[in-house]
T-cell receptor
Framework: QKEVEQNSGPLSVPEGAIASLNCTYS??????FFWYRQYSGKSPELIMF????GDKEDGRFTAQLNKASQYVSLLIRDSQPSDSATYLC??????????????FGGGTRVLVKP | SAVISQKPSRDICQRGTSLTIQCQVD?????MFWYRQQPGQSLTLIAT?????????ESGFVIDKFPISRPNLTFSTLTVSNMSPEDSSIYLC??????????FGSGTRLTVV
């Protein structure tokens, strides 16, 4: 059973600070990694994805991947109250013949306090 | 990225009945996925639907309970059959477009009474 683990939170962050979210995965063969944001009552929306070890930046968001340690993280810089949401980590077994499906972690709830 | 229209957005159904959820994508996509999200929980994959072949179901989900159709590259339906209160959940469809973009529909909030 492939597993994706996240701290459920809530992660409380002051406005303007950096929010740091972590995700670990069990399958060493996992190839691509996704971060989704989900507001209460809404469907998930893709923030970014990452394939290669290292950092990938997109605006205020930075994803970090370390395949040797089997973790992926998301940094949110200059956190805003509108960033308050649940952040879902997802892993894709891209190269499996029956794959191309995402396995989701349980999500981390982030609260940005003004 | 693809835009997915999902309907109905919500429904209240009597136990023992069935509900069919529809998802329409604004572009042709290879694979579509159906998820369930129970209150306060993460997403659980029900099945993967490829056009022209039988859907592939995850452990714990069976075709008789959740029949899926995928008649073309832009459309899919999920039916929740013989519903019980335990089926009350949010059902989401998702599509993989091109490389690795996975987009979600707006979800169907189902309540079974």
């Amino acid at each position: 059973q492939k597993e994706v683990e996240q701290n459920s939170g809530p992660l409380s962050v002051p406005e303007g600070a950096i929010a740091s979210l972590n995700c670990t995965y069990s399958d060493r063969g996992s190839q691509s990694f996704f971060w989704y944001r989900q507001y209460s009552g809404k469907s998930p929306e893709l923030i970014m994805f990452i394939y290669s070890n290292g950092d990938k930046e997109d605006g205020r968001f930075t994803a970090q991947l370390n395949k040797a340690s089997q973790y992926v993280s998301l940094l949110i810089r200059d956190s805003q109250p509108s960033d308050s949401a649940t952040y879902l980590c997802a892993v894709n077994d891209r190269f499996e013949t029956a794959g191309n499906k995402l396995t989701f972690g349980g999500g981390t709830r982030v609260l940005v306090k003004p | 990225s693809a835009v997915i229209s999902q309907k109905p957005s919500r429904d209240i159904c009597q136990r023992g009945t069935s509900l069919t959820i529809q998802c329409q994508v604004d572009s042709q996509v290879t694979m579509m996925f159906w998820y369930r999200q129970q209150p306060g929980q993460s997403l659980t994959l029900i099945a993967t639907a490829n056009q022209g072949s039988e859907a592939t179901y995850e452990s714990g989900f069976v075709i008789d309970k959740f029949p899926i159709s995928r008649p073309n590259l832009t459309f899919s339906t999920l039916t929740v059959s013989n519903m019980s209160p335990e089926d009350s959940s949010i059902y989401l469809c998702s599509a993989q477009e091109g490389g690795d973009g996975y987009t979600f529909g707006s979800g169907t909030r189902l309540t079974v009474v």
